[in-house]
């Protein structure tokens, strides 16, 4: 029985610790978590690794938070999962710093990682949230020929 779905877009640093506890009801016997961060280089043409000084974040204010919602509640159908949430971040991004976190509940490990894996390649793919790779020397964003889509 599902009993928290929460998603959208975090214009504050993360508490990874509470998104936690709040996906982590005692009905659920496997709990898995998905927490991407800003990692210190990025892969330009040629394979070559550029330093990233932090990553810039925007959402389209309405459509990404509903976006994930609907993700959220897609899995939940397809999962028999007790708690589901989902939070990226927007604004600036330093290294190491958590951007992204996703943590599905269930009473079972394989329908918790399984939807927590599907959650988080759907947001990848389907929410509008552009990122914006900050180098020493410039900048780029990515994914958009030309600049933000």
């Given at each position: 029985?599902?009993?928290?779905?929460?998603?959208?877009?975090?214009?504050?640093?993360?508490?990874?610790?509470?998104?936690?506890?709040?996906?982590?009801?005692?009905s659920s016997g496997g709990v898995a978590v998905f927490l991407g961060t800003v990692r210190e280089s990025a892969a330009v043409a040629g394979n070559r690794a550029k330093p990233v000084t932090r990553l810039?974040?925007?959402?389209?204010?309405?459509?990404a938070p509903r976006r994930m919602?609907?993700?959220c509640s897609e899995a939940a159908a397809k999962w028999q999962l007790n708690d589901v949430i989902a939070l990226h971040r927007s604004g600036v991004?330093?290294?190491?710093e958590p951007t992204v976190v996703v943590v599905c509940g269930a009473a079972h490990r394989g329908d918790?990682?399984?939807a927590c894996r599907y959650i988080i390649e759907e947001i990848?793919?389907?929410?509008?949230?552009?990122?914006k790779e900050v180098y020493a020397d410039g900048s780029s964003w990515v994914g958009a020929e030309g600049g933000r889509p």
């Open positions: 029985m599902l009993q928290v779905i929460s998603a959208g877009i975090a214009s504050e640093p993360l508490d990874i610790a509470a998104v936690i506890a709040e996906g982590s009801s005692p810039d974040y925007e959402a389209h204010p309405q459509l919602e609907e993700i991004c330093e290294l190491g918790a990682l399984e990848k793919a389907t929410v509008p949230i552009w990122k």
